[in-house]
Antibody, heavy 128, light 110 residues
Framework: QLQLQESGPGLVKASETLSLTCTVS??????????WGWIRQPPGKGLEWIGS???????YYNPSLKSRVTTSVDTSNNQFSLRLSSVTAADTAWYYC????????????????????WGRGTLVTVSS | QSALTQPASVSGSPGQSITISCTGT?????????VSWYQQHPGKAPKLMIY???KRPSGVSNRFSGSKSGNTASLTISGLQAEDEADYHC??????????FGGGTKLTVL
């Protein structure tokens, strides 16, 4: 059974950089079938896709966060990471990592692009 | 890109059916058969309930179904049960390997 686990500081100071790591167990991160994604949820609010990356390092980001986001992958340790710079109180949220089915064509039909396994999430609070 | 639009809340009695809508645009929901739905109980991670507009993952009750018309996708839950009370989030592919979520809908089972 695939499992994902987020780790990182629960408290970050405003203007600094938030750094989180997701460790994948029960399966390899080096698969052409999947991206690996980051999603966040401010307390009491909806989900927001931050970005997804491929094991090769190719990354795709939410346009609204693109200027502040960097993702990376460590295939030797089956981990991938998120860095979000210049954080403010608005970045206080639960941060989830998840497995993201990559898009594929079946005939003319484009398929995929959903999150099938999620980590439990980690709460990151930005302090002033 | 703007978030997809969902009602803030819906409610229903046990045994009834409810439908949650998710409205996007012709650039996202209306362009691809790639809407997914997630159930989230308080303090828990989201769980995939529907993918590719209408498909159900193994293990998800057939009381949950997805549909779409134009730029609006819908999640229907039939035979409501107390355990269905949760938040529900829709998500759509929006092109160029980007994804959009809705604001979430709180389902109350009366």
């Amino acid at each position: 059974q695939l499992q994902l686990q987020e780790s990182g500081p629960g408290l970050v100071k405003a203007s600094e950089t938030l750094s989180l790591t997701c460790t994948v167990s029960g399966g390899s991160i080096s698969s052409s079938t999947y991206y690996w994604g980051w999603i966040r949820q401010p307390p009491g609010k909806g989900l927001e896709w931050i970005g997804s990356l491929f094991y090769s390092g190719s990354s795709y980001y939410n346009p609204s966060l693109k200027s502040r986001v960097t993702t990376s992958v460590d295939t030797s340790n089956n981990q991938f990471s998120l860095r979000l710079s210049s954080v403010t109180a608005a970045d206080t949220a639960w941060y989830y990592c998840a497995r993201h089915l990559s898009g594929t064509y079946s005939g003319d039909l484009y398929m995929g692009h959903y999150f099938d396994y999620w980590g439990r999430g980690t709460l990151v609070t930005v302090s002033s | 890109q703007s978030a997809l639009t969902q009602p803030a809340s819906v409610s229903g009695s046990p045994g009834q059916s409810i439908t949650i809508s998710c409205t996007g645009t012709s650039r996202d929901v209306g362009s691809y058969k790639l809407v997914s739905w997630y159930q989230q109980h308080p303090g828990k991670a989201p769980k995939l309930m529907i993918y590719e507009d209408t498909k159900r993952p193994s293990g998800v009750s057939n009381r949950f179904s997805g549909s779409k018309s134009g730029n609006t996708a819908s999640l229907t839950i039939s035979g409501l049960q107390a355990e269905d009370e949760a938040d529900y989030h829709c998500c759509s592919y929006a092109g160029s390997i980007t994804l959009l979520f809705g604001g979430g809908t709180k389902l109350t089972v009366l």
